[in-house]
């Protein structure tokens, strides 16, 4: 299933990262893809804060590429910006991580395409000019995923 969404503040990234994270289960990977300030890490936030992590503990500082975090459910941000190659990931160790029991989101995850798994939930952002962002989402075709979208109606691109 998948849906675009249009994001025209930062208040709707986190609304949409928010609502998904409310129904993310352990296992879970969110590979997030899109140029420097599109909102990946914005939307780590949201899916952090209904977690109970606060904001300010979720960063992304380029040279820490794994950060884990224990709250409601474990949480695991992997930022590979700065991996040169798939084997380099599988060298930390990122199909370990990738197949832990914790929810896994994955900044500039189309540098380990094949590495992800094929379940995982894409969220695919793009920079729209000013503070516009389009939120191309692909989720698997499960109820609480479909519950989820539909509470992001209002934001779906030209309806
Ligand atoms: N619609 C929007 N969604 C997300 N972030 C936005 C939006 N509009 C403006 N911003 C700003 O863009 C920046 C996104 O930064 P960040 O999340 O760190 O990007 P990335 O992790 O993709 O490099 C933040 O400063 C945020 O306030
Ligand atoms: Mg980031």
Redesign the pocket.
């Given at each position: 299933m998948d849906v675009e969404l249009l994001?025209?503040?930062?208040?709707?990234?986190?609304f949409v990262a928010r609502t998904l994270g409310r129904i993310l289960e352990r296992g879970d990977v969110v590979a997030?893809t899109?140029?420097?300030?599109?909102?990946?890490?914005?939307?780590?936030?949201g899916v952090g804060e209904v977690l109970g992590i606060p904001a300010d503990r979720i960063l992304?500082p380029s040279f820490t590429i794994v950060s884990e975090h224990q709250a409601r459910l474990p949480l695991c941000h992997v930022?590979v910006y700065r991996l040169s190659s798939e084997e380099e990931a599988l060298d930390i160790g990122i199909d370990e991580i990738l197949s832990g029991d914790r929810v896994c989101l994955v900044?500039w995850a189309e540098k380990i395409r094949f590495l992800l798994p094929p379940d995982c939930i894409k969220v695919t952002?793009s920079?729209l000019g000013?503070?516009?962002?389009r939120?191309s989402l692909v989720v698997p075709d499960e109820p609480r995923f479909i519950a989820a979208l539909s509470r992001m109606r209002h934001l779906v691109a030209g309806g």
């Open positions: 994001s025209s503040r930062e208040g709707d990234t986190l997030l899109g140029d420097l300030g599109a909102g990946k890490t914005v939307f780590c936030k992304s930022d900044e952002f920079i000013g503070d516009r962002r939120l």
